[in-house]
């Protein structure tokens, strides 16, 4: 089976994070061509920036929706490859804010 999670950076610098099980190059394509009237419809061109494949159907949902789940820079960091970074966002990301104060 050829499944993929994918990031796309749409023309307004926006991310979208998705799922293509019948191929990469041809989701694409039909994000290219607007062929579905979703998020990136409005947002074209749209340009690949991260993909990862899958054996199974089941571990690439749980991927897509931890990534839809990420915060930007936590993206970008992904996008870049910067695992370092990812592993700091990742704890940052379980602190409390700090206090104001005001309490």
């Given at each position: 089976m050829d499944i993929?999670?994918?990031i796309l950076r749409c023309a307004d610098n926006?991310?979208?994070v998705g799922l293509a099980r019948e191929g990469l190059d041809s989701r694409i394509g039909d994000h290219h061509s607007g062929r579905y009237?979703?998020?990136t419809y409005s947002r074209r061109p749209v340009e690949l920036?991260?993909?990862q494949d899958f054996l199974w159907l089941?571990?690439?949902i749980v991927c897509e929706r931890r990534l839809k789940g990420?915060?930007?820079e936590k993206k970008e960091a992904l996008i870049r490859g910067d695992y370092a970074a990812l592993r700091e966002l990742a704890r940052t990301a379980s602190r409390p804010p700090p206090s104001t104060g005001s309490g």
């Open positions: 993929h999670v994918y926006s991310y979208y009237r979703g998020y920036v991260w993909s089941t571990d690439a990420w915060r930007r």
